[in-house]
C-alpha cells in the first residue's frame, strides 16, 4: 500500500510563488512515475506535471509550462512542485499521485495514476 501526502499549499498573491511537496510511505516509490494534478471549483480535475522515475521525463500542461517545475527525491521519497508567476487561475486543490506501473514514461492521464493524495488548497489572490 502507498499513501501521499502533500503538504505546502496556502494563500498568494498574484506572481508570487509556492512549493509544494508530497511525501510517499510505502513499498515503492524509487521506480514509479509521480503527477501533480489539480481541480478548482466547478471543473474536472486536470493535468499539471509528470516525472518519470529518473527525473529524465518531465511532461507539463501548457498552462504552467515555464512556470511550474517538477522534481523529486528518491532518497527522500518525496515530489516537489515548484510553482512560480502564480495567477489567480492557478487557484485549485493540488494532488499528487503514483503510477504503480514500472516503466520510462511520466503519464499525463488521470486514469494511470492508482494513488491519490489528500490534496492541498492553493489560493492565489489577484
Known amino acids: 500500500q502507498v499513501q501521499l501526502v502533500e503538504s505546502g499549499g496556502g494563500l498568494v498573491q498574484a506572481g508570487g510563488s509556492l512549493r509544494l511537496s508530497c511525501a510517499a510511505s510505502?513499498?515503492?516509490?524509487?521506480?514509479?512515475?509521480m503527477g501533480w494534478f489539480r481541480q478548482a471549483p466547478g471543473k474536472e480535475r486536470e493535468f499539471v506535471a509528470a516525472i518519470n522515475w529518473s527525473g529524465s521525463n518531465t511532461p507539463y500542461a501548457d498552462s504552467v509550462k515555464g512556470r511550474f517545475t517538477i522534481s523529486r527525491d528518491n532518497a527522500k521519497r518525496t515530489v516537489a512542485l515548484q510553482m512560480n508567476s502564480l495567477k489567480p487561475e492557478d487557484t485549485a486543490v493540488y494532488y499528487c499521485?503514483?503510477?504503480?506501473?514500472?516503466?520510462?514514461?511520466?503519464?499525463?492521464?488521470?486514469?494511470?495514476?492508482?494513488?491519490w493524495g489528500q490534496g492541498t488548497q492553493v489560493t492565489v489572490s489577484s
Open positions: 510505502g513499498r515503492t516509490f524509487s521506480r514509479n512515475a
Open positions: 499521485a503514483l503510477d504503480p506501473v514500472v516503466g520510462w514514461g511520466g503519464p499525463i492521464e488521470e486514469s494511470e495514476y492508482d494513488y
